[in-house]
Each structure stands twice: as structure tokens, then as C-alpha cells.
Nanobody
Framework: VQLQAFGGGLVQAGGSLRLSCAAS????????MGWFRQAPGKEREFVAA?????YYADSVKGRFTVSRDNVKNTAYLQMNSLKIEDTAVYYC??????????????????WGQGTLVTVSS
């Protein structure tokens, strides 16, 4: 599976961005899709995931929405009400479907290259 993430950029606090993750090689509907982020000097952390349901980190719940378009074979992360602390490189990841929230990095065998999101005051 090859993943390509894009859609990052510079946005003011309170604004919105939509990240996309285009997949090739396997059908998205048969995969767990996750979004993670890594801020400078910090470890990569879980943001959201989608399998048969969607799951979110507490820090983004109510502001971010994960979805996928099986026809376009693309996953999305809609980010609203962005905060300065959301600034990070965002990565999409794919793994086999299974139980759990998808918060564990080890659930994913495929990673995109990352896209930078910068939220300014």
C-alpha cells in the first residue's frame, strides 16, 4: 500500500483545514486508516482512526472528523477550530482491519510521508 498525504499548510487559530490521504495498492474499505501527528521534540501521537467506526484522541474530539471515500480510495481528516497546539506534521497510516480504536502505532504497517500543519495566533 502506498499512501500520499497532502493538504497541510498555514492557518490561523480557529480556522480549518482538510487533510487527504490517497491510497494505492489496496482498497481502503478493507483497511484501518489512522491519522497521527508529531510536533517538534515530541513523540508521534494518535489523532484519529476509522474502521467500521471512527475514533479520536481526546484533544481533538469534537473538532476533527475522519472519513474516507472508498470510490476515490482516499481518507480525509477535517480539522476545525484549530489551535496553536495542533501544529505538527500529520501522517496518515494504513493497517489491517481489526478490533480496537487504532490508537496504537503498531497496528499500522504503511505510512504516508507526512504533511505539515502550522497554526498561528
Amino acid at each position: 500500500v502506498q499512501l500520499q498525504a497532502f493538504g497541510g499548510g498555514l492557518v490561523q487559530a480557529g480556522g480549518s483545514l482538510r487533510l487527504s490521504c490517497a491510497a494505492s495498492g489496496r482498497t481502503l474499505s478493507r483497511l484501518r486508516m489512522g491519522w497521527f501527528r508529531q510536533a517538534p521534540g515530541k513523540e508521534r501521537e494518535f489523532v484519529a482512526a476509522i474502521t467500521w467506526s471512527d475514533y479520536y484522541a481526546d484533544s481533538v474530539k469534537g473538532r476533527f472528523t475522519v472519513s474516507r471515500d472508498n470510490v476515490k480510495n482516499t481518507a480525509y481528516l477535517q480539522m476545525n477550530s484549530l489551535k496553536i497546539e495542533d501544529t505538527a506534521v500529520y501522517y496518515c497510516a494504513a493497517g489491517d482491519l481489526g478490533p480496537g480504536t487504532g490508537a496504537d502505532l503498531s497496528m499500522y504497517g504503511y505510512w504516508g510521508q507526512g504533511t505539515l500543519v502550522t497554526v498561528s495566533s
